[in-house]
């Protein structure tokens, strides 16, 4: 029995068939906090994406233009995220005890446990989890999501594990096989673009799924029974993705776009050339596959014992 059905039944109330966890059952301030959070969150990943991304395509340019992104624009960047969880989730000095309600710190860590989670860990949290799903996280093995720059930065560095990061899914951290030509360098900007186009697009669904199964009250029923009701229903949060019409719908959507998208522009040779995904994949039909099924578990998994993603940090149960 569930946290909240525990409480419902001690207080004597009836509640629907799929009861929210306690963590859902919040204040309309709370759900505020964490539906701005989360948005402020994809706002941040895109953005700090990008700002990666136009150095990169700099040096494929034309090689050592951009010796490394200015901090600035990260800085600039950050600093919008944390202004906006300053605004939204400090609960007038009462960030603690607010936070710790919505299921914080969860995989968060808590430098100071001794203060409760404040909006200042929330602050570092986002920040840094967010980075790190782009620059590189453990996979694979006994990985659980851990930050690194190479797969010997790993706890299991076994066969099957891998250093993963949207950048290094989108640009072969080894460069090109070869000289590039004009097919390799349209298939690789096809790649970028559309799996950054999937990356906003299965984040901004999930968020919106978790936002609704989270967004719950009591209501008085037909019967005059008060029930638990949420805005969205009947499934355990971690398969949004697939349990969720709307959610499934737009996710296989945009997953198709990108099937299209790369299949226009990329040959067999042109994955190889690249290094298509990671690991690298021999064809495209592989490199897609690999593509769909790595920016999705780097949102988000549908094991809730396996590698912490992006929706374990912004929806911690």
Do not use: W
């Not at 109330?13 to 919040?26: D, E, F, K």
């Not at 990061?165 to 070869?178: K, M, N, T």
């Amino acid at each position: 029995m569930g946290r909240l059905t525990r409480f419902a039944v001690a207080i004597g109330l009836v509640v629907s068939v799929v009861a929210p966890t306690s963590a859902q059952l919040i204040t309309k301030a709370q759900v505020i906090c964490r539906a701005i959070n989360a948005k402020a969150c994809g706002k941040f990943l895109a953005a700090n994406l990008r700002v990666r991304q136009q150095c990169i395509e700099a040096n494929l340019q034309t090689p050592g233009t951009c010796s490394a992104p200015d901090p600035e624009d990260f800085q600039r960047i950050g600093a919008k995220l944390d202004a906006v969880l300053e605004k939204k989730c400090a609960f007038n000095g009462f960030d603690a005890g607010n936070l710790g309600v919505m299921g914080y710190p969860g995989p968060c860590p808590d430098v100071d446990p001794g203060d409760g989670f404040t909006v200042t860990d929330l602050q570092a949290c986002m920040t840094s989890s967010h980075e790190d799903r782009l620059t590189g996280v453990c996979a694979g093995g006994l990985n659980l999501g851990e930050p690194c720059a190479t797969v010997a930065d790993c706890p299991d560095t076994g066969p099957g594990t891998s250093c993963v990061g949207v950048i290094s899914l989108q640009y072969d951290p080894d460069g090109f096989v070869g000289l590039p030509t004009s097919s390799t360098i349209a298939c690789q900007r096809a790649v970028v673009k559309s799996t950054s186009h999937y990356l906003r697009t299965v984040l901004a669904s999930i968020q919106r799924c978790r936002a609704d199964l989270s967004n719950c009250k009591f209501v008085i029923d037909e019967v005059g029974n008060t029930v638990v009701k949420c805005k969205l229903e009947g499934f355990e949060p971690e398969l949004c993705a697939t349990s969720d019409p709307r959610t499934a719908k737009k996710i296989a959507i945009t997953a198709a776009q990108l099937r299209a998208s790369i299949r226009g522009q990329c040959s067999d040779e042109d994955a190889v050339t690249i290094g298509m995904c990671e690991p690298d994949q021999p064809t495209v039909e592989a490199g897609i596959a690999c593509l769909i099924d790595q920016i999705g578990s780097l949102v988000q998994n549908a094991d809730p014992d396996g590698p912490v993603d992006l929706i374990d940090y912004e929806y911690p149960e």
